[in-house]
T-cell receptor
Framework: GQQVMQIPQYQHVQEGEDFTTYCNSS?????IQWYKQRPGGHPVFLIQ?????EVKKQKRLTFQFGEAKKNSSLHITATQTTDVGTYFC???????????FGKGTLLTVNP | KAGVTQTPRYLIKTRGQQVTLSCSPI?????VSWYQQTPGQGLQFLFE???????NKGNFPGRFSGRQFSNSRSEMNVSTLELGDSALYLC?????????????FGSGTQLSVL
């Protein structure tokens, strides 16, 4: 299956600061999905990117898919305490049905 | 519409025992996937079922098995439990088995092996 590497593993910010997590692969990804898991909760789907160079926004969140479809990023502008949680990227490949997850970035926000 | 339901929510077992976890997908969803989540390894894929057939399997030993019933409900079984099997086991459902389809996760079963 396709391997996706995610960095950083942890990120602590002051409320109001920006945050970015990156997802990288050595192979071309057919798609990339992003999930958020609140502490004590379960992963919740945020968005899917499919096209090369695609950029999607959800309020303060901006998602990008690289031109070569080998990397993706999630950027949060002006973090809030409600943004706390672990952000995962995930991808599936070709005829392989499974969704492979990155190890996630744990975001903590100091109020 | 009810979400993905996993039972039990918590489970404590001892080494050598076996355990069965249950997952009821969202109504109408026919694909069920299982993941193991640990602090060090993140979310690791166990297996995926669609229409009662195992479509894909992750790199876990044969002690981990699963099945899916005609109503799409799924169970996973772990035999001869080891300490390292302590983890949050997450079930996720999707409408079809299309690659890249978004997953809806249940709250998970937290398994502790003593």
């Amino acid at each position: 299956g396709q391997q996706v590497m995610q960095i950083p593993q942890y990120q602590h910010v002051q409320e109001g600061e920006d945050f970015t997590t990156y997802c990288n692969s050595s192979t071309t990804l057919s798609n990339i999905q992003w999930y958020k898991q609140r502490p004590g909760g379960h992963p919740v789907f945020l968005i899917q990117l499919v096209k090369s160079g695609e950029v999607k926004k959800q309020k303060r969140l901006t998602f990008q898919f690289g031109e070569a479809k080998k990397n993706s990023s999630l950027h949060i502008t002006a973090t809030q305490t409600t943004d706390v949680g672990t952000y995962f990227c995930a991808s599936s490949g070709g005829s392989n049905y499974k969704l492979t997850f990155g190890k996630g970035t744990l975001l903590t926000v100091n109020p | 519409k009810a979400g993905v339901t996993q039972t039990p929510r918590y489970l404590i077992k001892t080494r050598g025992q076996q355990v069965t976890l249950s997952c009821s997908p969202i109504s109408g969803h026919r694909s069920v996937s299982w993941y193991q989540q640990t602090p060090g390894q993140g979310l690791q894929f166990l297996f995926e079922y669609f229409s009662e057939t195992q479509r894909n399997k992750g790199n876990f030993p044969g002690r981990f098995s699963g099945r899916q019933f005609s109503n799409s409900r799924s169970e996973m079984n772990v035999s001869t439990l080891e300490l390292g099997d302590s983890a949050l086991y997450l079930c996720a459902s999707s409408l079809t088995d299309s690659p890249g389809e978004k997953l809806f996760f249940g709250s998970g079963t937290q398994l502790s092996v003593l």
